[in-house]
């Protein structure tokens, strides 16, 4: 008897096989020899690679390069995730009544979200085009024609024309999220606060900021990670130009991977991104969770 | 007390709805300026988008489909997305049953936490060696077969997270009252989790869905011939090809743009508790 249990409990190993196998030879896999290649000068080319240590480690500070594209990936980043959590933050305040019109809005805030990046960027490529492009002839149409620009052209005003595409895109999605988290806020606290004689301000950040944590530190997490591997927006938009105002790192590990065939290089600034990555998530988590336990 | 406040109450509201019907129209503006080209004839686009079309005639959708080989961009599509969330679902979801009811089992915990990683690793990490893997040692790249593979396992981190954090919520009587019946684990799972597994596994699918429909970066490093391309890397090509052509451009762009949109206005509910989900539990 105890002995057929044990049999019976060993299947669980094997539910794990399939996915493991796939997992770890598709993705752990290239992560560790992406890690070697890293510590190597291949070009991709060469039957030899060869060793040199934390060499490419050391260029990435000297590349003038990659430090402009990770200037710009910081400044997408760290733009891109404050404006989207407060206008999804904002979205989600003016709607979070329950009503039939309020849907309505909500779905429609919500559906750029559902739209591919590259459709996106296309949608808002031709939105920037400087002759025949719709935010140009409408300011012609409206006496404004001074105030046109070549929006992505400019290189005073390009990174803050990618920026918009995100902001249009996800906003919705960050008041999806927020939405949410102000129904797990109890009616009762803010009844109560109310006949306290408590004003919409003090109990928004009393009550409502604090209840929404969690909701927060979701969106201040999920931005930052998709901010950071935002790729489409700005290869369909800008190509990285004009000059490198656009440059991100991941555009940089694409052109090093299939155009300048530097491997190794490459593989490092990946690493790099990876790292960013970590400590911004790591930095939010200590910041949002002081004090408290239990989140996440 | 009421009374003396309801009037300034109402101007509130008042103000509130403009400030939403001018939002909305700014979030929906971009979308409908670009359907303008593609009702437009040759002629009239030569005038910009301001000069709206007469008719709505579909002749550069028809044109679009056809100059863009549409219909095979589109099966590429349904054969990835497809066969890759069967895949993920069938493998992801027995794969977490175990990690979800044997927490404390050290296999399974170091398995949990390997997968976890990559919910947080960008795909560049493994951009250039997964390039190097398909391409030299494995010749799968320009296959549908290799980029399916690719897609399973960047799906696989997210689906086992959410179907095991799921399961761990299923009351643990479940399992008991199924092994004194003399129920075998592969029949347990199948004939009493998978099916209490309905709501998050569509949410899951909804997740995954909306990420393989939509990307561009692996089928640009995996696939480079156009007949294997999918509806993205179709669309971003036809662009380059036809981008004096606004008309015929939009016409494709909309077209990859339509299914999902349908979608989303059918299934509007499980949409949106898909891509919230997880995010509030705290």
């Given at each position: ?13 094997l539910f794990l096989?399939?996915?493991?196998v796939?997992y770890?030879?598709f ?9 070697y ?23 990435i ?5 990659t ?27 003016m709607?979070e ?14 559906v750029?979200?559902?739209?591919s ?6 949608i808002?490529k031709?939105?920037y ?9 409408l ?9 046109s620009?070549?929006?992505l ?5 390009a990174?803050a ?7 249009w ?26 006949i ?43 190509y990285g130009?004009p000059?490198?105002?656009t ?14 065939a ?5 593989s ?15 930095a939010?988590?200590?910041l ?9 | ?7 300034k ?12 019907i001018?939002?909305?129209?700014l979030?929906l503006l ?22 709206l ?19 095979i ?9 497809g066969s890759?969330?069967?895949i993920n ?6 794969a977490?049953?175990?990690?979800a009811i ?22 560049q ?19 549908l ?5 690719v ?7 997210i ?21 004194i ?8 799972f ?12 569509s949410?899951?699918?909804?997740q995954?869905m ?8 692996v ?5 480079d ?27 494709v ?5 339509i299914?999902?949109l ?21």
């Amino acid at each position: 008897m105890a002995k057929s249990r044990r049999t019976s409990e060993n299947i669980l190993y094997l539910f794990l096989i399939p996915a493991l196998v796939v997992y770890l030879f598709f993705y752990v896999y290239p992560m560790f020899t992406g890690l070697y290649y890293s510590l190597t000068d291949w070009d991709g080319m060469a039957k030899q690679k060869i060793f040199i240590g934390f060499r490419n480690y050391l260029d990435i500070f000297r590349d003038q390069y990659t430090r402009t594209a990770t200037m710009n990936s910081l400044i997408y980043t760290v733009v891109v995730t404050f404006l989207s959590n407060i206008i999804g933050l904002v979205l989600a305040l003016m709607l979070e009544r329950r009503s039939n019109i309020n849907n309505v809005f909500r779905s429609i805030f919500f559906v750029p979200a559902v739209l591919s990046p590259v459709v996106a960027a296309f949608i808002w490529k031709y939105m920037y085009s400087p002759q025949s492009g719709a935010i140009n002839s409408l300011l012609r149409v409206a006496g404004l024609e001074i105030l046109s620009r070549d929006w992505l052209g400019d290189p005073h005003l390009a990174m803050a024309s990618v920026m918009l595409v995100p902001l249009w895109q996800w906003g919705g999605n960050v008041m999806i999220v927020f939405l949410a988290g102000l129904m797990n806020i109890p009616e009762e606290h803010h009844e109560s606060a109310k006949i306290d004689g408590a004003s919409y301000m003090q109990r928004l950040v009393h009550i409502t900021l604090p209840g929404l944590r969690p909701a927060i530190i979701f969106n201040l997490i999920i931005s930052t990670i998709g901010s950071f591997k935002t790729f489409d927006f700005i290869f369909i938009l800008t190509y990285g130009g004009p000059g490198f105002t656009t440059e991100v790192l991941t555009l940089q590990i694409y052109k090093h991977a299939l155009y300048t065939a530097k491997f190794g290089y490459g593989s490092a600034v990946a690493v790099m991104l990876t790292l960013l990555i970590v400590l911004f998530t790591i930095a939010e988590l200590k910041l949002l969770t002081r004090n408290e336990e239990g989140y996440l | 007390m009421n009374k003396g406040k309801k009037p300034k109450f109402q101007l509130s509201r008042i103000l509130l709805r403009i400030a939403l019907i001018f939002i909305a129209l700014l979030v929906l503006l971009p979308m409908l300026i670009v359907l303008v080209p593609t009702f437009q004839t040759v002629q009239e686009s030569g005038q910009g988008i301001l000069r709206l079309p007469r008719t709505l005639n579909l002749d550069n959708y028809r044109e679009a489909w056809r100059q863009s080989k549409f219909h095979i961009a589109l099966r590429n599509s349904v054969v990835i997305t497809g066969s890759t969330i069967f895949i993920n679902i069938m493998i992801g979801s027995i794969a977490a049953f175990p990690m979800a009811i044997r927490e404390k089992n050290k296999v399974f915990k170091t398995a949990f936490y390997t997968f976890l990683v990559g919910l947080m690793l960008p795909f560049q990490v493994i951009m250039i060696p997964l390039y190097v893997l398909m391409g030299r040692t494995l010749k799968l790249t320009n296959t549908l077969t290799g980029t399916i593979l690719v897609y399973v396992a960047m799906t696989l981190p997210i689906t086992i997270f959410f179907f095991s954090q799921f399961i761990k919520t299923i009351p643990k009587e479940m399992e008991e009252a199924s092994v004194i019946d003399g129920c075998g684990y592969l029949r347990m799972f199948y004939c009493i989790f998978f099916p209490l597994m309905k709501p998050i596994t569509s949410a899951v699918i909804i997740q995954n869905m909306i990420f393989l429909w939509n990307d561009l970066l692996v089928p640009l490093i995996m696939i480079d011939k156009t007949a294997l391309k999918p509806i993205m890397p179709r669309v971003y090509m036809f662009f380059g090809q036809y981008y004096n052509q606004w008309n015929l451009a939009f016409s494709v762009l909309i077209l990859a743009a339509i299914p999902f949109l349908l979608l989303f206005l059918l299934l509007q509910r499980q949409f949106i508790k898909g891509l919230s989900s997880g995010a509030v539990k705290g």
